[in-house]
Nanobody
């Protein structure tokens, strides 16, 4: 069982990046997937989550309107499209998966037992 995050890099403020989270070894369509991030010297925080069917998405207030989470169950992949990036978006981004995540727990780290290795996003001013 593995989640592989990719797509990070260096981008100027105002730019865009798309992160991918590819899953293997699990029945992907049964898993809710979330993105979290951890900036240097800060605690890890919730960014966005999507339920199994893709019909429900939730976002942190800090990214709402700029980031979009989506999934392609045929490709076992979740995407995080990040637009209008800001320097404060600089962080290591992690994807996480859980098969028993109820609606009220979508933002909670403890709801996701499977974690990817993280991908670094750096936004320059």
């Amino acid at each position: 069982v593995q989640l592989q995050a990719s797509g990070g890099g260096l981008v100027q403020a105002g730019g865009s990046l798309r992160l991918s989270c590819a899953a293997s070894g699990l029945t992907f369509s049964r898993y809710a997937i979330a993105w979290f991030r951890q900036a240097p010297g800060k605690v890890r925080e919730f960014v966005a989550a999507i339920r199994q069917s893709g019909g429900t998405t939730v976002y942190a207030d800090s990214v709402k309107g700029r980031f979009t989470i989506s999934r392609d169950n045929a490709k076992n992949t979740v995407y995080l499209q990040m637009n209008i990036l800001r320097p404060e978006d600089t962080a290591v981004y992690y994807c996480a998966g859980g098969s028993s995540v109820i609606l009220s727990n979508l933002r909670s780290e403890t709801a996701y037992p499977i974690w990817g290795q993280g991908t670094l996003v750096t936004v320059s001013s």
